[in-house]
């Protein structure tokens, strides 16, 4: 059943803004980085399991590319890999890449494995502050050189999308990393995998898709991000953040050492990894708790908790929490529910972890929380500089409850 987020987009023009080179007066310019997944994937003859295979491959298997017109150019992690295999050393390197050819390209597409690209897009969303190009990734659940498979269509998708211009404008249509996948454009940081079959792989529950394609590509215009703080990026959503402004200030008192990147892309490419992910269960015990807490080296860890931010109440599931809190490591609340979000006064059980120091990370995915408190940590932040912004919007990445935007 289609949720609310599903509903029929805003943009109904048809194909008002894909570039057939007339937009820009030349071919749009458009970098393609490949990192691995089952998109470019072939079968090992002697055990018949998928293994990535080079680019050169995945091109010869999609000569349509060329149909299109644009000027591509190509990039590769060495050697492609299986994005179970992603860690925060090929973010830098695909940032890396964003970067050095950012000036020179109209779009950038990054082929990926579907398993964590909604952590990449999360972690890249947070390392380009200032992002003012399309930075498209996708991949596909069956290999591009199979008989029956999504990934032709996926990847010439992404290819028009990251060259679409915005009519009003003339600029980029998209400004933001996301994540095009089947039918749907989702804003990265708000993507979630919920299929290992379905070639809709991806949803995301609490923001619309930024464009549906069927026969056209239909962009949701109210829902894209504009980085120059345009009504564009809609109500409450980081649009500051999105121009890189870390302003961060509580009670008036400035976060140091974050800068600004109002001018233009600035990239941030470290990833502070020494975090925890911790996730509740009806039965967990102590022990338990204690071990994925007590990690000396942590700085602070995701608290994955039920339904609206809830946790057991027991004595010593608040008292571990409290003195990992107290120890000066920051603890973030998101919900193990896919979509809504922790509302942490809701009930007795949510306001015990309030109490105890927690954090809510109101409607963020984990794997935006995840990545956001990797990449605070990263540019220097302490704990408490870090809770902070935790709870504001860098990227469009979560909603601030009106509740608590008023304050
Ligand atoms: N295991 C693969 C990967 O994430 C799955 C895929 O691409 O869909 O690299």
New binding site residues.
């Given amino acids: 059943m289609l949720g609310e987020n599903m509903a029929p987009l805003v943009g109904d023009s048809p194909d008002p803004v894909l570039v057939d080179g007339g937009a820009l007066g030349r071919p749009p310019r458009i970098l393609l980085i490949y990192t691995?997944?089952?998109?470019g994937m072939v079968e090992d003859a002697a055990t018949g399991a998928l293994a990535p295979f080079d680019f050169s491959h995945l091109l010869e298997n999609v000569p349509k590319v060329g149909r299109l017109g644009y000027q591509l150019d190509f990039a590769e992690i060495a050697p492609p890999i299986?994005?179970?295999d992603m860690s925060p050393a090929h973010w830098r390197q695909i940032a890396q890449m964003v970067a050095a050819g950012y000036d020179a390209h109209d779009g950038f597409v990054i082929l990926h494995?579907?398993?964590?690209m909604a952590y990449t897009a999360s972690a890249l969303s947070f390392m380009l502050p200032g992002l003012a190009k399309p930075v498209i990734l996708t991949?596909s659940?069956l290999p591009i050189g199979e008989i029956r498979e999504d990934g032709t269509n996926n990847l010439i998708t992404a290819l028009q999308i990251a060259a679409a211009r915005d009519p009003r404008d003339g600029g980029p249509m998209v400004r933001e990393v996301a994540i095009s996948f089947g039918r749907f454009l989702w804003r990265g940081n708000r993507a979630t995998k919920m299929s290992s079959t379905d070639f809709g792989a991806f949803r995301s529950f609490n923001y619309p898709p930024l464009a549906e394609m069927d026969l056209h590509i239909r962009f949701n215009e109210a829902r894209l991000l504009r980085p120059e703080g345009a009504s564009s990026a809609g109500e409450g959503e980081g649009s500051a953040a999105a121009a890189g402004q870390l302003a961060a200030t509580d009670g008036g008192t400035a976060v140091s050492g974050l800068g600004t990147a109002a001018s233009g892309l600035v990239p941030q490419l470290e990833m502070d990894n020494a975090i925890g992910w911790v996730s509740v269960f009806p039965g967990m015990t102590e022990e338990v708790l204690r071990s994925q807490l007590e990690v000396p080296s942590l700085k602070g860890a995701v608290l994955r908790t039920f339904g609206a931010g809830n946790a057991p109440t027991r004595p010593w599931f608040v008292n571990a929490v409290t003195q990992f809190v107290s120890s000066g490591r920051l603890l973030v609340n998101v919900t193990q529910c896919a979509g809504g979000g922790v509302e942490d006064k809701r009930y007795a059980t949510g306001d015990a972890l309030v109490r105890a120091g927690v954090v809510s990370g109101f409607d963020m995915t984990c794997e935006a929380a995840l990545a956001k408190m990797m990449h605070l940590f990263g540019r220097g932040c302490s704990a408490e500089e870090a809770a902070v912004l935790m709870q504001r919007p860098l990227a469009g990445e979560l909603t601030v409850p009106d509740a608590v935007a008023k304050f």
Avoid at 36 to 39: K, N, R
Avoid at 113 to 116: L, N, V
């Fill in positions: 691995g997944g089952t998109i299986d994005s179970s494995g579907t398993d964590t991949g659940q």
